[in-house]
């Protein structure tokens, strides 16, 4: 009996092999999470549809690419994380470059970042999704995807001071969020 590791390699094989049933197998394997990720950026619920669609194509166009060096459901997730941006940027998102002479980084304190042990991750996440679009997308790229400010600048086109500025400000905002929420 093949293990589920071996399943999903057998898909990824026929998929490489432009078999409509197993990019359908891969699909139902993947919608849902990846339906997931496009929603945390986008916060539509339509066109997180379409994005994660798009990426789906994408991917099934470029899976001669796909190596077995990452898990396939991490390398479409990388798909669907910049097809979401791509989104972002067409719909002419405006991310503040702020002039770096301007702005003044506060150290990050190592508790900067505390959060009652009462506070669930979905509450995070929840406050997160409110916040504007240049603080949520930069947010959920650092704290949820585990990028860098070197990679979020890359991505997003803005400089690395921005991107720590965005950060710090956005987590000021959720941090204020979860207090009141809380009453703390």
Not at 92 to 101: G, R, V
Request: net charge neutral; hydrophobic share 40%.
């Amino acid at each position: 009996m093949k293990s589920t590791k071996q399943l999903h390699q057998s898909v990824i094989d026929a998929c490489k092999n432009n078999e409509a049933k197993a990019q359908m197998q891969l699909y139902d394997l993947y919608c849902e999470a990846m339906l997931n990720v496009a929603n945390r950026y986008v916060k539509d619920t339509f066109t997180a549809e379409d994005v994660m669609q798009e990426a789906f194509i994408k991917a099934f166009k470029n899976i001669q690419s796909y190596k077995e060096e990452v898990a396939f459901g991490a390398w479409l997730k990388r798909i669907v994380i910049n097809q979401s941006i791509d989104w972002l940027k067409k719909k002419k998102l405006e991310l503040i470059s702020l002039n770096d002479e301007v702005i003044t980084i506060i150290e990050e304190d190592k508790d900067d970042w505390n959060v009652a042990p009462t506070i669930s991750y979905q509450e995070i996440v929840n406050c997160i999704q409110k916040l504007k679009d240049k603080y949520r997308v930069v947010l959920t790229l650092f704290l949820l995807e585990g990028y860098d400010h070197g990679e979020i600048s890359q991505i997003l086109g803005i400089s690395e001071v921005t991107s720590r500025t965005h950060l710090l400000r956005g987590k000021k905002k959720v941090q204020e969020e979860l207090k009141a929420a809380h009453h703390v």
